[in-house]
């Protein structure tokens, strides 16, 4: 590991404020102060001695040191802030003096002191960096084909929440060859090795539950909020709360980031003059959660909720329930599809609905189709092409410029790698295990090459769980003054919905999912850290 960026230098005065959250002990040459597997681990501060990080051995490979961390630093990763079973093993290799900082001292120690909170935060995100790219990346293998749904979405799980995880591609000849020798047969794809324990037809929601992702009631209060969808209207939301004193939990059906975090370059979003992809901004934004305590769980997919004085409470697809004083809705919406035969047989083997690395590497040199007019679609055509990839873009309207941004537009018409087809759809999808061609129909009609079909022709308001709040025609949720139906609850409240507040009381909803919403990056963010304000006088007025 980079010791310039994952070992601080500290000085004697933070030092000094660092050890005031520890309960110091003497440890032994040899001694286990962290095993992998452990949950809400320790941060250990090492004042005299030294400290082995240690990869366990597994079945196919002894152990590995990754580091030897020496006096005044500490031990502890990214992991710790959210309850993720630990990975690698801290290990006394010589005698010294240790202390050891609680997971409840260690966010006191965030929430008082912001340089000690900025030195550890960015150090815990070098040190995950750098873990990704060595040896402790063995400690969860995926095996799968690149061109499989199943695989996709173990991947996409692991890259959107930054696990440091090795890829092994059962499509090359020599590792398909081995898969019989270690007991797999391509009916078993994908698999996930975790800590060297195999887990055949691997779910993100199995690897979330060895790893110590899932959600666990491990505190019999309610939380005072519950955040559910995770794009960005959530995670603002998320923040807001849990900076401002709420106990927060944050629920994703996927992964924290949302639609957003498929997005290529958003270039409109306030203090990015440059651009930013939206993967690194949604994923400096659950970081941002973490250090405020957030407990982020995923996958978990919400199925219903039932409304009572106090609590509230949340149903999982699993069953498990969580309990919550308030709640709000960030849910977002659900990818629209094009309705061809064989759609779902290709959805992740060839058809997409982001354009991000992780999709980049199966099409990377190869052509592709975009469907979409919006500035989605534009974003990715744009990526794709600049990596490489000759791109059609398929449009059913006249012109580009009907929903797309004008600087958009111009980029388009002037790339060489860019077809734009215009009054033009995809009609048909052709392949074997994989998707290889697309028909063409409309203003264009051929049938062309396609190794990724790229769709952004928009989404519909994922609320079909909720059936009990008032929604509009399309199934978008209203709030505050936009609600037309009050039930019996409301007489006793004395008041009508808040701003963002729902058809029940203590049901907030805010981002793409809320009726009148804008659709856009900065104004989710605006909506969800608005939405915690009426939280706290829904909240106050229960308390009283």
Not at 27 to 51: H, K, M, P, T
Not at 75 to 94: C, P
Not at 236 to 259: C, F, K, M
Not at 423 to 452: M, P, Y
Request: some cysteine; aromatic content about 6%.
């Amino acid at each position: 590991m980079d010791s310039d960026r994952v070992v601080p230098e500290l000085t004697d005065a933070q030092w000094d404020r660092l050890v005031r959250y520890g309960v110091p002990a003497d440890v032994a040459a040899g001694e286990i102060l962290v095993r992998s597997g452990d949950r809400w681990y320790d941060l250990i501060l090492i004042e005299s001695g030294e400290v082995e990080v240690v990869r366990d051995a597994l079945p196919w490979i002894g152990e590995s040191i990754i580091a030897a961390i020496g006096e005044r630093t500490f031990f502890g990763e990214l992991g710790l802030l959210n309850g993720q079973r630990a990975f690698l093993t801290a290990r006394a290799s010589k005698p010294g003096r240790m202390l050891r900082v609680d997971h409840a001292s260690l966010q006191r120690l965030m929430a008082e002191d912001d340089e000690l909170c900025d030195i550890l935060l960015r150090t815990m995100w070098a040190r995950r960096e750098a873990l990704r790219k060595g040896p402790a990346a063995l400690t969860l293998k995926i095996i799968g084909t690149s061109r499989s749904a199943g695989s996709h979405a173990l991947r996409r799980y692991a890259e959107r929440l930054e696990l440091a995880y090795t890829w092994v591609d059962a499509d090359d000849p020599a590792t398909s060859a081995s898969l019989a020798g270690h007991g797999f047969t391509a009916q078993d794809l994908p698999v996930a090795i975790v800590q060297g324990e195999n887990v055949l037809s691997a779910t993100p929601g199995q690897v979330a539950e060895m790893l110590g992702l899932a959600y666990v009631n491990d505190d019999e209060r309610a939380a005072d909020l519950a955040v559910v969808g995770g794009g960005p209207a959530g995670l603002a939301a998320a923040i807001y709360g849990a900076s401002e004193g709420l106990r927060t939990v944050l629920l994703d059906s996927i992964a924290p980031g949302g639609q957003s975090a498929a997005t290529s370059r958003i270039e409109n979003y306030l203090g990015f003059p440059f651009g930013v992809s939206g993967d690194a901004l949604t994923g400096q934004a659950s970081l941002q959660a973490l250090k405020f305590g957030v407990r982020v769980f995923a996958p978990c997919e919400a199925a219903g909720l039932e409304w009572s004085p106090d609590p509230l409470t949340l149903s999982l697809s699993d069953g498990t329930l969580v309990r919550a004083r308030a709640v709000i809705v960030t849910t977002g919406a659900q990818y629209r599809t094009l309705e061809l035969d064989r759609w779902a047989q290709f959805e992740g083997a060839g058809i997409f609905h982001a354009a991000t690395p992780l999709e980049l590497r199966q099409v990377t040199g190869a052509p592709v189709v975009v469907v979409g007019g919006a500035n989605s679609a534009g974003q990715a055509a744009l990526y794709l092409a600049a990596n490489g990839c000759p791109v059609r873009l398929v449009v059913r309207s006249d012109n580009l410029s009907t929903q797309m941004s004008s600087y958009l537009v111009e980029r388009l018409s002037e790339h060489p790698r860019i077809q734009v087809h215009t009054r033009t759809s995809v009609t048909e999808l052709h392949g074997d295990a994989a998707l290889e061609q697309v028909t063409l129909a409309g203003g264009t009609n051929a049938t062309v090459d396609c190794r990724g079909l790229f769709c952004f022709i928009g989404a519909q308001p994922a609320t079909d769980w909720i059936t009990q709040l008032d929604r509009d025609e399309h199934g978008f949720v209203r709030t505050g003054t936009d609600v037309r139906q009050l039930g019996p609850m409301w007489e006793a409240l004395h008041r009508s919905p808040l701003p963002f507040e729902t058809s029940l009381p203590r049901v907030f909803a805010a981002g793409d999912v809320r009726r009148g919403s804008m659709k856009r990056v900065a104004a989710a963010v605006g909506e969800g850290s608005s939405a915690v304000a009426s939280v706290h006088r829904a909240l106050a007025e229960v308390s009283e």
